[in-house]
């Protein structure tokens, strides 16, 4: 277990260093190049930050108000008959938007019901399973510059939807 420790700690250093290395073999200036992609990525981080903090007021304004509770138990007589618990309702709505608070949300779930119980492994495997696809979209969209989505947000909430069900379902049967 110990190298395995050594191992990992020595994975990032190892590509920044080959990379360096690369660069210099094939005579590359490589801390100008390393200061321009720093400056993009600030470029890019100024475009998007109105964006993050729209995404995240919003999501704490509806987290704050009520909102999503409101909308859990307007569902819940639907996600129950088909098997769903229906104290993952807000984790669920809550992870299409921000991850973060998702976390929060799951975090709340482990409290009040333990990481070990149903609800809490069902918690546990839907935020692997699931993405935060408004965030996704609005951020990495508007930093790319895609315009046309097409039938992006339905692939997208129907694969969410399929996670979900399969954390649901590998729950139950394993």
Not at 59 to 87: C, H, K, Q, W
Not at 142 to 170: E, H, M, N
């Amino acid at each position: 277990m110990h190298i395995l420790v050594m191992v990992s700690n020595m994975v990032i250093p190892a590509v920044v260093f080959s990379i360096v290395l690369m660069g210099i073999l094939d005579k590359q200036d490589v801390y100008s190049d390393f200061i321009k992609g720093a400056q993009e990525g600030f470029q890019t981080v100024r475009k998007i930050m109105p964006t993050l903090v729209g995404l995240m007021m919003g999501v704490g304004i509806l987290r704050a108000s009520g909102f999503l509770d409101m909308l859990a138990e307007l569902v819940t007589p639907l996600v129950v008959r088909i098997g769903f618990p229906a104290e993952l309702l807000t984790l669920a709505i809550v992870k299409l938007f921000s991850s973060s608070a998702a976390t929060g949300v799951v975090l709340d779930i482990f409290k009040e019901y333990g990481p070990d119980s149903y609800i809490g492994m069902i918690a546990s495997i839907m935020m692997s399973c699931t993405e935060t696809i408004f965030y996704t979209m609005s951020v990495y969209f508007l930093a790319a510059k895609v315009t046309k989505t097409r039938w992006t947000l339905i692939g997208a909430l129907l694969s969410t939807l399929a996670g979900v069900a399969a954390s649901v379902l590998v729950v139950n049967f394993f």
